[in-house]
Every structure is written in structure tokens, then in C-alpha cells.
């Protein structure tokens, strides 16, 4: 995995000393459910997510430079949201933020930078990102990054006691993306 800067952030891999980080965020209630996974009940939880994250290599650690601090993971992942549609040149998104740093525009800033990484140095041709229906700042975060809704799809999630939500997906193509780049200017 390449580390990305930003003005304020470093996407880079995990390391088992994130641990700590990791679990102060990831004990919350008010994150993992709203990513489809319940609360980290201690730090040895949180160091096995950390050993897939560096063994799956596509989660970055979000770290504020000020702070040299975990605050967030960031994915690029090779997932899609529909199982139909397998072509290649295509990732999702996910994120999560330690409650503490809400609202400071940390995610946007983050998945603005993994953008240009998917489009310009992966050559992907598309990168999805979604947000279940209680989630209205993944929403807000989203839309300011430039994605489109294509669709909704309802689902349970098992690791959250069958939880029945509906996923409203959004997408961003290297065109649009492009588009969006040429008009900043």
C-alpha cells in the first residue's frame, strides 16, 4: 500500500501499535453499527482487525499529522455492491471516523485524496461508496465528494443480530471525476 498525504492527514497501512488507537474509536456504539459491525468489546479485538487490515491490504490507517494519531480507516476495497457486475476497474470506498473528529472535514479530505489514487495511479474506471438509510453524515460525506445514487438495496447484517437496513449506493466514474478536477481550476 502506498502512503497518501494530504495537508492534515496520512493514509498509510496499519501497524499493530495502532491498536490503542483503534479501540478508543471502535468501543463506540455510534461507529461500527453504523459500518455494519458491533463495537470492539476489548483491544485484543481490535489488534485482530488490525492483523487483517494489514493482511487483506486494502484499509488504510486515517492519521492526523498534528496529532500522530489514528483517527479513522479508510478502504479501497474490491468489493461491489452488485454480484452481477464483476468487471474489473472497479472499487468501493468505506470509512469510519472517531467520533471525536466529526465534523472537521477529515473523511471528505481523506476519500478526496483515495479518489485520486483510485482514478490516476490504480487506473480504476469507477468507485462506489454507500450508506445505510441512519446514516446521514456518510450521506452528507458522499455527496460533497462528488458521487451519484444509483440505487438502494435492503439486506440484514448478521454481525449486528440480523439488523435489517437499506444501503443507498452511490458512484463516481474516471469521467466524472475528471470533469470535476478540470472545473476546480
Not at 40 to 50: A, C
Not at 79 to 104: A, F, M, S, T
Not at 158 to 167: C, G, I, M, P, Q
Request: glycine content about 8%; some cysteine.
Amino acid at each position: 500500500m502506498k502512503t497518501i498525504e494530504t495537508d492534515r492527514l496520512r493514509l498509510r497501512p496499519w501497524t499493530p501499535e495502532d491498536a490503542e488507537d483503534l479501540y478508543e474509536y471502535a468501543q463506540s456504539p455510534l461507529v461500527g453499527p453504523r459500518a455494519g459491525w458491533p463495537p470492539h468489546k476489548n483491544i485484543e479485538e481490535s489488534k485482530t482487525i488490525i492483523d487483517m487490515f494489514i493482511r487483506e491490504g486494502d484499509v488504510y490507517a486515517i492519521e492526523l499529522k498534528a496529532e500522530n494519531k489514528v483517527i479513522g480507516g479508510l478502504g479501497l476495497h474490491k468489493r461491489l455492491p452488485d454480484d452481477k457486475d464483476q468487471e474489473e476497474g472497479q472499487r468501493e470506498i468505506g470509512y469510519v471516523l472517531n467520533p471525536d473528529y466529526w465534523g472537521q472535514g477529515y473523511v471528505p479530505e481523506g476519500v478526496r485524496a483515495l479518489l485520486d489514487y483510485g482514478f490516476n495511479d490504480l487506473d480504476l474506471r469507477m468507485i462506489w461508496c454507500a450508506h445505510h438509510h441512519d446514516n446521514m453524515n456518510s450521506k452528507r460525506v458522499i455527496e460533497k465528494c462528488g458521487f451519484t445514487f444509483q440505487f438502494t438495496q435492503e439486506s440484514t447484517i448478521a454481525l449486528l443480530d440480523n439488523k435489517e437496513v437499506v444501503s443507498y449506493f452511490y458512484k463516481i466514474d474516471k469521467e466524472d471525476y475528471d470533469k470535476r478536477q478540470e472545473t476546480k481550476f
